[in-house]
């Protein structure tokens, strides 16, 4: 079983980047097709962005195509999520979680969230 801890949230003006990182352990890591997540305030969880392995495969929601980039880091047991011109309705706690497929229809393979990483977009 993967296990996983996000970073990198905090608060950022709209326009503005940051760079999330999900550190995972566990020997399948490499094979495992992973996604972000996030969930606002009043919300249901979404998906983000997903991505396959080894990483040629990705998929991002509507609302971040364009903007957001997923990649991983085998090597190092890493998924990061680059986020560029962030806007107030990107302010959200962000997870990350192995997934079914990275392909829709996106199940995550966990119930167990952890606490995540809050992004906090300043309009």
């Known amino acids: 079983q993967v296990q996983l801890v996000e970073s990198g949230g905090g608060l950022v003006q709209a326009g503005g980047s940051l760079r999330l990182s999900c550190a995972a352990s566990g020997r399948t890591f490499s094979s495992t097709p992973m996604g972000w997540f996030r969930q606002a305030p009043g919300k249901e969880r979404e998906v983000v962005a997903t991505?396959?392995?080894?990483?040629?495969?990705?998929y991002y929601a509507d609302s971040v195509k364009g903007r957001f980039t997923i990649s991983r880091d085998n090597a190092k047991n890493t998924v990061y999520l680059q986020m560029n011109s962030l806007k107030s309705e990107d302010t959200a706690v962000y997870y990350c979680?192995?997934?079914?497929?990275?392909?829709?229809?996106?199940?995550?393979?966990?119930?167990?969230w952890g606490q995540g990483t809050q992004v906090t977009v300043s309009s």
């Open positions: 979680a192995a997934v079914v497929s990275a392909a829709p229809p996106i199940k995550a393979r966990t119930t167990d």
């Open positions: 991505i396959g392995f080894p990483g040629r495969y990705t």
